[in-house]
């Protein structure tokens, strides 16, 4: 999941540090990922996993690091 | 004819519908009957899109010149640009990605004589024109500040620049509340330079924008805001939005204490202009931007509803402050 992770940021996340280079808790934003990178990086994964993120999930924190973003696909995924 | 009837509106197709009726217009609609009644705005037949009288217009001109003396220590360009703005700017600065539904397009005729004769067909007819209607490279400005951006390319001097930048905007957001116009004016005051210093204006022009209110007898108050993103991901940009105190609103109870409307805001952009236009501030860096805007036509609204339809019966220091 996490290599599925690293592309979906690699391919919208805009960050200004090459993916492979992140640790799981590197913060994305901090990495130079904008609001609106997060917004394409959330629409891409919800493609990729064939999810949809809840309501409550639409905030800055679930798509901080690949381990949030992990957290929030699981807790989609065995819902 | 009643004032109170709901006016009809054009729909996306380009024909004449009614508007559905809102729940809460109840609450807007005695001070829209006093509005029209009195005849300080003319409606047009678009909900939103109003004639103004020589009386609101002296309002909403002392309104304007008030600004520009409380900013007269900013020593800031002095910018005004037409209400239609390029879409180079417009593709470029981040608006279609977060308000598509508000962007007002400008099209043009480019067929041939069969071509000009179905539209002529299809306007006789009511039907939809956008078929035989072109883009052009032009839409019109959503919010005031955004043309100046780009003709600020390069790097700013030691301390950031300032301008003041004045005019009307277009959103399309179709509503019989007279403080939800389509077309309207702002008269921001920009800053461009680093991240504190963006900061430290929009701290600064909140508190003065309180106290300029507050002076014209308006009860206000400033709060954290969010602008309308559209759709699903809007919510998520609304969110760190507010997460990160990016807007904020200066508000004041018009038709219920607990209903409150803004009537300037001020924006924190980061590097969301700077980025794009190739502003940099002195120390080489991508500028941070920060604008506070007054809202002339809802500051306007909002004086007229708190002190009556005319003004030569406001109060003395109300008018002074208004017309020195």
């Known amino acids: ?79 | 004819m009643s004032t109170t009837e709901a006016i009809p509106t054009t729909g996306p197709d380009g024909r004449t519908v009614p508007s559905a009726p809102s729940p809460e217009a109840e609450a807007w609609q005695p001070f829209r009957t006093m509005l029209l009644d009195a005849g300080l705005l003319v409606p047009t037949g678009v909900d939103g899109l109003y004639g103004r009288s020589g009386t609101y217009e002296s309002v909403a001109e002392g309104m304007d010149r008030l600004v520009l003396r409380v900013g007269a220590d900013q020593d800031a360009l002095s910018m005004r640009f037409p209400p239609v703005m390029p879409w180079a700017t417009f593709q470029r600065n981040g608006y279609l990605e977060s308000f598509p539904d508000q962007m007002g397009s400008v099209h043009t005729f480019r067929g041939n004589e069969r071509d000009h004769g179905e539209l002529l067909r299809r306007t006789e007819e009511d039907e939809d024109r956008g078929p035989l209607l072109a883009t052009t490279d032009m839409v019109l400005c959503p919010a005031v500040c955004h043309p100046l951006y780009p003709t600020l390319r390069g790097v700013l001097p030691e301390g950031g620049r300032r301008a003041e930048v004045y005019g009307y905007c277009f959103r399309h957001e179709p509503s019989t509340d007279p403080f939800r116009m389509q077309a309207f004016r702002q008269h921001d005051y920009v800053y461009l330079g680093t991240p504190d210093g963006a900061r430290a204006h929009r701290d600064l022009w909140i508190e003065r924008g309180l106290e300029v209110l507050t002076g014209l007898g308006l009860e206000v108050e400033s709060v954290v805001a969010n602008d309308p993103f559209f759709g699903r991901p809007g919510r998520m940009l609304a969110a760190n939005q507010r997460i990160e105190e990016l807007k904020y609103e200066i508000v004041t109870p018009v038709y219920a204490t607990d209903r409150q409307t803004a009537i300037s805001s001020s924006n924190c952009h980061l590097d969301h202009f700077g980025r794009p236009f190739g502003i940099e501030s002195a120390d080489g860096e991508v500028a941070h931007t920060a604008c506070f805007g007054f809202g002339i036509d809802r500051i306007t609204l909002a004086l007229l509803h708190r002190h009556g339809p005319d003004p030569d019966t406001w109060p003395k220091a109300v008018r002074s402050t208004l017309w020195p």
């Open chain 1, 1 to 79: 999941m996490d290599q599925e992770i690293r592309q979906v940021l690699a391919e919208h996340g805009r960050l200004a540090v090459d993916v492979s280079s992140l640790d799981e808790n590197t913060d994305l934003f901090a990495a130079g990922m904008t609001s609106h990178a997060s917004v394409n990086v959330m629409l891409a994964l919800e493609d990729a996993f064939d999810i949809e993120f809840a309501e409550s999930m639409l905030k800055k924190s679930t798509f901080e690091s690949i381990a949030s973003i992990r957290a929030g696909v699981l807790e989609m995924t065995d819902a």
